[in-house]
């Protein structure tokens, strides 16, 4: 299964939006780019998924690069309940196994 | 839709006991379940892969004879932590799937504490 690479901490300030970045250079033809979030002591949350195009839901945007080496999710208007341990995981459609890696602690700002 | 109950919330066991822990999806049918363990301050570690009516599938340095996964039908697993010690105590998530793409929804997390 690819790994994934994404920057240890973010600050952003209420009411603007998050970028959160992820690096997947040695993702397959056939894994998809998934992003969940985590706040303290619950079960992560769905956010968004993508395999090649980019996706919007209510909540979040998810951009592909081109060439499906990195991704960013976007939160457009950050609250403070966006603050969350995010994670980006690249799943193969092989396995289905979904490997969490550190994920990048969000803290939303007033 | 997609919703995954976890059951209980959180338990406090003596050592040498046993637990088990309960992961339903109620809406939806799932053909593989995940079990994940959680240490403070640390990502989620995945332990098996269930897949119902076969046999888990461990990841490596978990012992199958301690954590004890049964996935008797497409809407339910267990775990059971067979003779618990202190160092189980942790934070144990479920998650189930329906198959890619429609992703893995997760149970909302079970806090064992062994005493």
């Known amino acids: 299964d690819a790994k994934t690479t994404q920057p240890t901490s973010m600050d952003c300030a209420e009411g603007r939006a998050a970028n959160l970045p992820c690096n997947h250079s040695?993702?397959?033809?056939?894994?998809?780019v998934y992003w969940y979030r985590q706040i303290h002591s619950q079960g992560p949350q769905y956010i968004i998924h993508?395999?090649?195009n980019n996706e919007t839901n209510e909540m979040a945007s998810l951009i592909i690069t081109e060439d499906r080496k990195s991704s960013t999710l976007i939160l457009p208007h950050a609250t403070l309940r966006d603050t969350a341990v995010y994670y980006c995981i690249v799943i193969s459609g092989n396995t289905g196994k979904l490997i969490f890696g550190q994920g990048t602690t969000l803290q939303v700002k007033p | 839709g997609a919703v995954v109950s976890q059951h209980p919330s959180w338990v406090i066991c003596k050592s040498g006991t046993s637990v088990k822990i309960e992961c339903r999806s109620l809406?939806?049918?799932?053909?593989?379940m995940f079990w994940y363990r959680q240490f403070p301050k640390q990502s989620l570690m995945l332990m098996a892969t269930?897949?119902?009516?076969?046999?888990?599938?461990?990841e490596q340095g978990v012992e199958k004879d301690k954590f004890l996964i049964n996935h008797a039908s497409l809407t339910l697993s267990t775990l059971t932590v067979t003779s618990a010690h202190p160092e189980d105590s942790s934070f144990y998530i479920c998650s189930a799937s329906r198959g890619l793409p429609y992703g893995y929804t997760f149970g909302s997390g079970t806090r064992l504490t062994v005493v």
């Open positions: 269930s897949n119902e009516g076969s046999k888990a599938t461990y």
């Open positions: 993508g395999l090649k």
């Open positions: 040695t993702i397959s033809g056939n894994e998809y």
């Open positions: 809406d939806f049918q799932a053909t593989t």
